[in-house]
């Protein structure tokens, strides 16, 4: 899939210090680990949206690669800075899509990073977040402290990966949705692509060109579709 980066339709993204359940959707931000430049995340981001999934590893990768969709970083960003949810809205800004944080000084670390990209990039793939400014859609995102499915004996609640692991659960991912409910014995992880994990039945798997592998989870983002087998589940 081809990104056109001009098409972007404005998105919100509200950056919270604390879970937040939203009417909508959510993108998941998680626990504080690691540093991260803003060098760091412009490469990151760049490798992540890449359409043809080429490994973009330097920041002159990162930069060629924004400047062939027609966007110049801005000089006065300090790319050896550390990351701040400011600097992630000045960045995602020149994507098209708006961020609204609300604590700007604010540090961005690391699993807050593998969360916003891998959930920003799968939204765009799948089409959650839409393209080409379709008409009335406006999503607004909530950032949490990386929640997702976590399922117990077939019920599923949105947890941190710590807490669904303290209870006994499977945790399906980071941003995995409990609606529709993921926790049947027919679901298993779907890699569409490297960058693009879905917990889905076998047969919408197919459909969608994904290869089964049948795996509990799409944890950790970014690195959960690296390598996959495919499986085929046994008749019932």
């Known amino acids: ?58 920041l002159d990768q990162a930069k ?4 062939g969709q027609g966007i110049v970083l801005p000089a006065k960003l300090n790319l050896s800075a550390p990351l701040t949810q400011a600097d992630v809205a000045t960045v995602t800004s020149l994507l098209g899509v708006s961020v609204n944080p609300t604590q700007p ?17 799968d939204g765009i793939e799948n089409g959650r977040i839409p393209l080409g400014g379709a008409e009335g859609v406006n999503p607004t995102l909530s950032l949490n402290a990386g929640t997702g499915a976590c399922c117990i004996g077939g019920v599923c609640s949105d947890e941190t990966h710590t807490q669904c692991a303290n209870a006994g659960g499977i945790f399906r991912g980071q941003g995995i949705s409990c609606d529709p409910n993921p926790c049947g014995p027919e679901y298993g992880q779907c890699c569409i692509s490297r960058h693009n994990c879905l917990i889905t039945t076998f047969f919408d798997c197919n459909s969608q060109g994904g290869i089964f592998t049948g795996r509990d989870s799409c944890f950790p983002p970014g690195n959960a579709c690296k390598n996959p087998e495919a499986v085929t589940p046994s008749e019932p």
């Open 105 to 121: 000084s604010e540090l961005f670390t690391a699993d807050s990073v593998d969360g916003f990209v891998g959930y920003l990039r």
């Open 1 to 58: 899939m081809k990104l056109r980066f001009g098409r972007f339709s404005l998105v919100t993204i509200c950056f919270l210090t604390a879970t937040v359940l939203m009417a909508a959707q959510t993108a998941p931000a998680a626990v504080n680990t690691g540093t991260v430049t803003v060098g760091d995340f412009v490469v990151r981001l760049a490798d992540a949206l890449n359409p043809a999934h080429r490994d973009i590893n330097s």
């Open 64 to 67: 060629q690669f924004f400047a």
